[in-house]
């Protein structure tokens, strides 16, 4: 376990005198000193002040002693408003954060004090720093290249050289935020790989006095004469603060990307194991940025590297790893053969008496069996890497013994022989890097081969196997090609159809050689019908064809169907597309499909090739499935293909599923075109099958169909036939009572009574009547007046109303005076001419009609439910109106949002 902190508490009081002074408030562990003098000499800390002058927490990281740091923080106190609490915590040198911003973070774990003198000694354990992961490093560079200027690489080294020089530097007119200056650190320190990072020293306040200055520091006013300064008001980019290697190795890496540098540093770590404080910064990275471009020098062989810069890598405190080291002692070799280099010569052999591997690797006796017996080096060679695995130093001699013994075979060998060797090589792992000597020894058989038939045909198969860009050449030779066998010369000097079709019966490597090169090299019809059948032959026999890929049937296969379809015949089309759509491979059928949409060629095909084999309906819906991914393809396309496989399945109960991905298709895009007569079919056929999202859907385009006809007579049967046939499905039923009243809301007062009466002798619509019933009286009370005049004529009827009721049903209405009440009138009416008094009297006369009516058909009150329930339940939608008085008080509840949420 983790042994606890040394730290002290110290508080902020007030003298007697006025004078802030500090005590101690609470501590552990072995102390250097109990007097809160001896911590404010170190470090006087003082409160940060923001923007507007409030006061807030600062953090400094100073050395204290070779192996330990001290963290001082000064923070608000919790119980007393405006004071302050220093920490001062005593740190391992080797458990330091690698960004500053950690430290933010773990400040919250630092023990609380009060005012009062704590003697309860709270332990305070080491903070649980995790190395920077490579995501976080770029994340703290991306935050120091965005508070930075334009070129902010440029400054952010030349802050971090700064820094790896023996003075301070100091960063005035920052802003005073802990955060960003925290984070401003830890983007410096994303710069310093692994622990190195922990070095930095900082504080994020200049303090007020203080004995071991930080490296880093902000401040408000003018640092000493001896600090660099980085002004962040003015900033300006230190020519000098550059001139370091690694800051001149962080140039080469830097690309521009953040993430890939990031990860450049992380790698940088492992040259280097210095702790944090156990040398100088600046030391400790000039270690690493050698240890970086001697590696960078040993992977470019072109370069130099010196026998001195290798033995100061091996011999620093961080050693390459072990497959580095072979590269480091490879070129102590090198330098010790090429250079006559004594010191590198002694360290080689040092290094050989240690490693037995080494010295069979650099062991020199085979250079010499190379001259007389190539051959057995290149066996013996072969053994050791099959055996013992590949070895890169092993490689150099093997080419090398490939490429000798093919010219002994070339110019001493039979033809078998000959042969046997390029098939070896052929057929070499390619981890042997024998690419190239095929490739030369290839060509160097040519003149062989100028007599032997065989022989050129071998070497142009071997060519296409293993060095495809060579095979032009080779065609190229009419020597080579004119002393090939009959057939395979004509097909590859002429490429047509009628040389392709004599090698039908040949050897499927020629067939197949000649096809893909006339493909290449020809723009005319060269597939017939009996060649695409000997293709396909192939192609389902699946047998080992000693070609590589581009040339076996299914690649051929595909890019006839693809690329080269102009060059095949009618029938070798209708014969290829047929064979490819019945086959299992889904990419090359979507593939072909492709093609054959962008040239039109797909849907006249499809249907055809799927009845003429009568295929499966699982296999029809596959293949239509691909179809409907193809971009090109239309969607009216797909449909209509769907309609007609499904007319010829006679929509038997086993196409289901196709039923069910046409209606997810039709779904997808209910604007196609479709005939009333396969929609019919397809609804019927779905509500039989009881699928109720399919039938909902072809319900659905038919109805949105009928809402677009002119004919209402049309509509209405449409609508009663939908109406008969899903009476059994409340859903269904709702869906279309829905599109009815979205249909109807859209129409004229003119069509909505042709509806009426298109409807009124119909049987079994009774809902649907309700709702056209409903719009038409919605649309006569409405009439045409906007809602705005809509709501000024309701105000105005209801304030006459108003005032006729509380003039005349008062109390004392018996008691009322005849004659006043003529005077009153004529008074008013006086105005007004005789014919315009005559319709005022018939308007009075109708509307105490009017409201008599009304009184009579509302809802009454009856044993069971009083007026009051009345009144509450049309207010909110529990009870449907009964007349015009019902209808005013069940709109005016749901108006005022009395009524439940509709699930309409």
Not at 115 to 128: A, E, G
Not at 541 to 566: F, G, I, K, Q
Request: charged share 25%; aromatic share 8%.
């Amino acid at each position: 376990m983790s042994s606890a902190l040394d730290y002290a508490v110290l508080g902020h009081h007030t003298g007697e005198a006025g004078d802030r002074r500090r005590k101690l408030l609470l501590f552990n562990g072995a102390l250097p000193s109990m007097d809160p003098r001896f911590y404010a000499g170190l470090v006087d800390l003082q409160p940060m002040p923001d923007g507007e002058g409030k006061p807030g927490p600062a953090l400094a990281l100073l050395h204290f002693d070779p192996t330990r740091r001290l963290l001082a923080a000064i923070q608000p106190a919790n119980d007393q408003a405006g004071g302050f609490t220093d920490h001062y915590v005593f740190l391992p040198a080797n458990a330091l954060a690698e960004a500053a911003n950690q430290w933010q973070r773990w400040l919250t774990f630092l023990p609380e004090a009060s005012q009062d003198v704590n003697m309860t000694l709270p332990q305070l354990l080491p903070p649980d720093f995790k190395p920077l992961e490579i995501d976080t490093r770029a994340e703290n560079l991306k935050r120091i290249l965005k508070e930075l200027p334009a070129e902010g690489f440029d400054h952010a080294l030349t802050l971090l050289g700064a820094l790896m020089q023996d003075r301070q530097l100091v960063i005035p007119r920052f802003p005073p935020d802990l955060k960003r200056r925290l984070g401003l650190i830890s983007g410096i320190q994303a710069l310093i790989p692994g622990p190195l990072a922990g070095c930095l020293t900082f504080a994020t306040h200049a303090p007020a006095k203080i004995q071991h200055r930080p490296q880093l520091s902000f401040a408000d006013d003018v640092p000493d004469a001896s600090a660099q300064v980085y002004d962040w008001a003015e900033p300006t980019v230190m020519p000098e603060a550059l001139d370091h290697p690694y800051i001149e190795a962080l140039r080469t890496l830097w690309t521009g990307d953040v993430s890939a540098l990031a990860a450049e540093i992380q790698g940088l770590a492992a040259l280097g194991q210095i702790q944090a404080g156990t040398g100088e910064l600046g030391a400790a990275l000039q270690q690493i940025a050698e240890g970086f471009w001697v590696n960078r020098q040993l992977r470019t062989p072109t370069d130099d590297v010196s026998t001195a810069a290798i033995l100061r890598v091996l011999d620093s405190a961080a050693p390459p790893s072990d497959e580095m080291r072979f590269q480091y002692i490879r070129k102590l070799l090198r330098n010790a053969l090429s250079e006559r280099d004594a010191a590198a010569g002694r360290r080689v052999a040092e290094e050989l008496d240690k490693d037995v591997e080494l010295e069979a690797v650099l062991a020199g006796v085979f250079d010499e069996m190379l001259e007389d017996q190539p051959d057995a080096v290149y066996v013996f060679i072969r053994n050791r890497l099959t055996h013992l695995g590949v070895d890169e130093g092993w490689i150099p001699r093997l080419q090398t013994a490939a490429r000798l013994s093919l010219e002994v075979a070339i110019e001493e060998g039979d033809v078998g022989t000959l042969a046997g060797w390029l098939e070896l090589i052929a057929h070499e792992p390619k981890t042997y890097q024998l690419r190239d000597t095929l490739r030369e020894g290839i060509l160097l058989a040519k003149e062989r081969a100028y007599a032997d038939a065989d022989l050129g045909i071998h070497l142009i198969l071997i060519a296409a196997r293993r060095v495809p860009e060579i095979v032009d050449a080779l065609y190229e030779d009419e020597r080579l090609i004119s002393a090939l066998e009959s057939n395979v010369r004509i097909a590859l000097q002429t490429a047509s159809a009628e040389s392709l079709e004599r090698l039908i019966d040949d050897k499927a490597e020629y067939f197949l050689l000649a096809l893909y090169h006339g493909i290449q090299v020809s723009d005319e019809i060269l597939v017939t019908l009996a060649s695409a059948k000997r293709l396909w032959s192939l192609y389902e026999a699946d047998e080992r064809v000693n070609l590589p890929a581009v040339y076996r049937p299914p690649a051929v296969a595909r890019l006839l169907a693809t690329e080269a379809s102009h060059q095949l015949t009618d029938d070798a089309v209708d014969f290829l597309f047929d064979n490819i759509i019945l086959c299992d491979d889904r990419v090359m059928i979507a593939e072909a499909a492709q093609c054959f949409a962008d040239r039109e060629w797909l849907f006249p095909r499809i249907s055809g090739a799927l009845e003429r084999d009568a295929v499966p309906f699982d296999k029809a819906l596959s293949i239509m499935n691909t179809l409907s991914g193809i971009k090109s393809a239309t969607p009216q396309d797909v449909l209509d293909t769907y309609f007609s496989l499904l007319d010829y399945y006679q929509w038997e109960p086993a196409a289901q599923r196709m039923m069910e991905a046409l209606a997810r298709l039709l779904a997808k895009h209910p604007d196609a075109q479709l005939s009333y007569r396969h929609l019919w079919k397809l609804f019927d056929s779905c509500l039989d099958l009881e699928i109720e999202g399919a039938t909902r859907v072809s319900m659905t385009q038919l109805l949105l169909q009928y809402g677009a006809e002119e004919d209402l007579a049309a509509v209405v049967d449409g609508l009663a036939r939908i109406c008969r046939q899903i009476l059994w499905n409340k859903t269904l039923g709702a869906s279309l009572n829905a599109w009815w009243r979205a249909y109807t809301h859209s129409l004229s007062l003119a069509q909505l009574q042709r509806l009426e009466r298109e409807l009124a002798p119909l049987r079994g619509m009774e809902a649907q009547k309700h709702i056209l019933y409903s719009v038409l009286a919605m649309r006569r009370w409405l009439h045409s007046q906007s809602p705005l005049e809509f709501a000024d004529s309701i105000n105005t009827t209801n304030s006459i109303l108003e005032h006729i009721t509380d003039a005349f049903d008062a109390a004392h209405i018996h008691e009322i005076d005849t004659y006043t009440i003529r005077r009153e009138v004529d008074e008013v009416s006086q105005g007004l001419s005789s014919e315009q008094r005559h319709i005022l009297a018939n308007n009075l006369r109708n509307l105490a009609h009017r409201i008599t009516q009304m009184a009579e058909k509302r809802s009454k009150p009856s044993l069971i439910r009083g007026e009051d329930s009345i009144e509450r339940q049309l207010q909110h939608g529990e009870a449907n109106p009964h007349g015009s008085i019902d209808m005013m008080k069940w709109i005016a509840g749901y108006l005022d949002g009395a009524h439940p949420p509709s699930d309409d």
